[in-house]
């Protein structure tokens, strides 16, 4: 199958990998000069197994992915306006599968044009090491649902490594996200603010008791959400990526931009819309958005 990676950033760049020793995969990041290093060096996953490097082809966004059989859009939730406009100018039939975390992404599909949307959360831990090299620290799944229509070519897509790099379709694409969301708002804003791998969250007990509270707040937004499977899901993501940094804590530390708002702000506007109060969360969130501001 021909793939489009729009984005080349840690998620880019491990599903390029992946991707790449079974489909054709062509990168589209953002600059010329890491367009010119993947064309030459390919991509190298490193990690927990044996490493390996697949060529790819590679070429400077905004260049239209016109001809792929499928486009994975891996850039950040604030960044995906850039990709809007691309697909925008895109063959409307070509399917496209959005991997953000966070729910604040849903209100822009609604307005693409494409007749076939996936969306889809990330198992993996993943950490960029440069242009062309990721190192992924976790293995996980990849959950899909379809946002929009339906695409034949996702059985090629879910067998292609079910081993190695397993793809699981899910029926619903809100309770997904909101699922993914959910682990995401309690682990990055915690190991953001404390400076820890997602591992300690559960082994250092004073870290496990706000952890806990954390999980309280949030599962009482929740009642659709099943208690003991949701603490079972977030606990067995952190046991999976123990020795990741999530990707928070590795944007607070380059001094970049969060994801705070797509995460944490859902749960505060959600308790609000509820009338609920979360106060550790909404401590969390202050002291995240705080560490933005003096970056
Ligand atoms: O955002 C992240 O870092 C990841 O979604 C996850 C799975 C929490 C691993 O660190």
Same mark, same amino acid.
């Given at each position: ?6 984005? %080349? ?9 992946? #991707?790449?020793?079974? *489909? @054709? ?6 600059? +010329? ?8 060096? =390919?991509?190298?996953?490193?990690? =927990? ?7 790819? +082809? ?9 001809? $792929? ?19 925008? +100018?895109?063959? !409307? ?5 959005? #991997? ?13 044009? $494409?007749? /076939? ?6 198992? *993996? ?10 190192? $992924? ?23 292609? %490594? ?6 699981? #379709? &899910? ?5 997904? &996200?909101? /699922? ?21 969250? #559960?082994?250092?007990? *004073? ?9 309280? @707040? ?9 208690? $003991? ?11 999976? !990526? ?12 380059? =001094? ?7 995460? &944490?702000?859902?749960?505060?506007? !959600? ?12 401590? &969390? ?11």
């Amino acid at each position: 199958m021909k793939i489009g990676i729009i984005g %080349a950033g840690a998620v880019g760049l491990l599903y390029g990998g992946w #991707l790449g020793k079974f *489909h @054709e995969v062509t990168m589209f990041p953002r600059t +010329k000069e890491q367009a010119r290093l993947l064309n030459e060096k =390919g991509i190298t996953v490193k990690g =927990g197994m044996s490493p390996f490097t697949v060529s790819v +082809k590679a070429q400077e966004t905004p260049v239209s992915p016109g001809t $792929q059989e499928l486009v994975i859009v891996t850039v950040k939730q604030y960044d995906l306006s850039g990709a809007a406009a691309i697909l925008k +100018k895109m063959d !409307t039939a070509i399917p496209v599968l959005f #991997l953000q975390n966070g729910m604040g992404h849903l209100p822009l599909l609604e307005e693409l044009p $494409q007749e /076939r949307i996936l969306v889809g959360t990330v198992e *993996h831990g993943a950490a960029r090491i440069d242009a062309v090299t990721v190192a $992924q620290n976790g293995r996980g799944k990849t959950n899909l649902a379809f946002f929009r229509g339906n695409w034949e070519g996702i059985a090629a897509l879910l067998e292609t %490594a079910p081993d190695v790099f397993p793809f699981r #379709l &899910l029926p619903d694409y809100e309770i997904m &996200l909101l /699922r993914k969301c959910f682990a995401n708002a309690m682990i990055n804003p915690l190991t953001a603010v404390l400076k820890v791998k997602n591992g300690l969250l #559960l082994t250092n007990p *004073h870290y496990a008791n706000v952890f806990r509270a954390v999980f309280e @707040e949030l599962i009482a937004l929740f009642p659709k959400l099943s208690r $003991q499977e949701m603490w079972e899901e977030v606990t067995g993501i952190c046991r999976n !990526t123990k020795e990741n940094e999530s990707s928070m804590l590795k944007d607070v530390k380059k =001094g970049a931009r969060t994801e705070i708002d797509a995460i &944490l702000g859902f749960m505060l506007e !959600t308790a609000a819309r509820k009338e609920k109060e979360i106060p550790v969360s909404a401590a &969390l969130y202050e002291m995240v958005k705080g560490m933005e501001r003096r970056n």
